[in-house]
Nanobody
Framework: QVQLVESGGGLVQAGGSLRLSCAASGRTFSNYPMGWFRQSPRKEREFVAAISKSGDFTYYGDSVTGRFTISRDNAKNTVYLQMNSLKPEDTAVYYC?????????????????????WGQGTQVTVSS
């Protein structure tokens, strides 16, 4: 089992920045590709960003490319999401997730169904 706890959410004005953190425990963190998703009311969970086990490969959703950056520190068992130039449409609950440790070292996972473990989420609200 992998336990994931997100933090760093909050209220920010449009154009501002936030950095989300996701602390992992329970298994060897560097064995897991990681990802961030978000969900707003009445919408499906949306892919935001993914990162490979070592951090060498990343992938972003179209709506955040160029504004958000995913990174990880395997020594601290933590994955981050730096969010810049925030827009009101970025308002959502943000979740981090861990994919299967059986995937290759360079794998980045986009699909919701590709993740085995999820955090409880952290609310991000962007005011206009």
């Amino acid at each position: 089992q992998v336990q994931l706890v997100e933090s760093g959410g909050g209220l920010v004005q449009a154009g501002g920045s936030l950095r989300l953190s996701c602390a992992a425990s329970g298994r060897t963190f560097s064995n897991y590709p990681m990802g961030w998703f978000r969900q707003s009311p009445r919408k499906e969970r949306e892919f935001v960003a993914a990162i490979s086990k070592s951090g060498d490969f990343t992938y972003y959703g179209d709506s955040v490319t160029g504004r958000f950056t995913i990174s990880r520190d395997n020594a601290k068992n933590t994955v981050y999401l730096q969010m810049n130039s925030l827009k009101p449409e970025d308002t959502a609950v943000y979740y981090c997730a861990a994919a299967s440790r059986l995937l290759s070292s360079g794998a980045v996972v986009r699909a919701v169904t590709g993740y085995d473990y999820w955090g409880q989420g952290t609310q991000v609200t962007v005011s206009s």
